[in-house]
């Protein structure tokens, strides 16, 4: 090597340097693409809720509907924790609370569709209108879910649909009608079932009833075996003997409506 001659040598270290701060580069813009990405991809989650199609009489004046949130998760990342909520209001969205429902923890993949079923507890017995039991209604249904999308971002959907609810004793009527005097002083009175079933389940059961006096006693029970389909009509009726000394007439009839493990108290009616 001549004396003129020059030789640029560049220290390992700046070279180490050099390739920690292309190796940043990359990672940022690698960092940022999935941002952008997933942050387009979490916006395109759609939810969408389906009809109350089914249900169950549970315990005590409650009834159990079954029903789902449909996620779409068009992205590339996956949905995780996904918990959906439900409320159910009648007299719109403002009106009264009438069912709560959540559903289990679960996860959507990317590029999915998935349903979230969940269930949701309508409780008669908390002094819910006992009109829901014999008339139709439109409930202002509010689903929110949150969940957290591609592990970092936080996602809250939110989706208020009204849906229709129906009576599974629509038009309930109980008629007691004119008693029969019997030969030994009682009296038989005649009483009448009708309604149709409007609900998203079978009712397959009993009808107890109690007939009451003006002071509140028993003058006598029965009861009618109850075997209705998803939109049938039902029409029963039976016969009671009370004894002569206690009178109905004027009182009261306190109807249930009654199964292995559960029982639904259905309005009363005064008697003629």
């Known amino acids: 090597m001549g004396p003129g001659s020059r030789v640029a040598i560049r220290p390992a270290l700046y070279q180490l340097g050099e390739s920690s701060r292309t190796l940043s580069l990359v990672g940022a813009i690698l960092l940022v693409g999935f941002l952008l990405t997933a942050g387009y991809s979490a916006s395109g989650v759609r939810p969408s809720a389906s009809p109350l199609a089914r249900g169950q009489l549970a315990g005590t004046n409650t009834v159990v509907l079954h029903s789902n949130l449909t996620v779409s998760n068009p992205g590339l990342y996956p949905l995780s924790g996904l918990v959906v909520q439900a409320q159910l209001r009648l007299g719109g969205p403002s009106g009264a609370l009438v069912a709560t429902g959540a559903s289990a923890a679960t996860s959507v993949p990317g590029r999915t ?3 979230v079923a969940f269930d949701i507890t309508v409780p008669f017995g908390s002094g819910l209108p006992t009109s829901l039991l014999t008339q139709d209604a439109t409930l202002a249904g509010w689903f929110w879910a949150n969940a957290t999308y591609a592990g970092l971002f936080g996602v809250h959907l939110l ?53 009451e006096n003006t002071s509140g006693g028993v003058c006598g029970t029965g009861t009618i075996p109850v075997d209705a389909p998803v939109g049938s009509e ?28 559960w029982m639904l108290s259905l309005p009363s009616e005064a008697l003629p």
Do not use: M
């Not at 004793?169 to 109980?174: D, E, M, N, P, S």
């Not at 030994?184 to 059961?205: E, I, Q, Y």
């Not at 004894?243 to 109807?255: K, M, Q, S």
């Open 113 to 115: 569709v998935a349903k």
């Open 159 to 211: 989706l208020p649909e009204n849906l229709s609810w129906g009576a599974p004793f629509y038009g309930l009527a109980v008629h007691v009608g004119t008693p029969a005097s019997q030969p030994n002083g009682s009296l038989a009175f005649p009483v009448t079932v009708a309604f149709v079933n409007h609900a998203g389940f079978p009712l397959d059961g009993q009808v107890t009833y109690t007939l």
């Open 234 to 261: 039902f029409q029963q009726g039976s016969t009671t003997s009370v004894a002569g000394t206690c009178d109905p007439r004027g009182g009261t009839i306190l109807v249930a409506f009654t199964g292995d493990s």
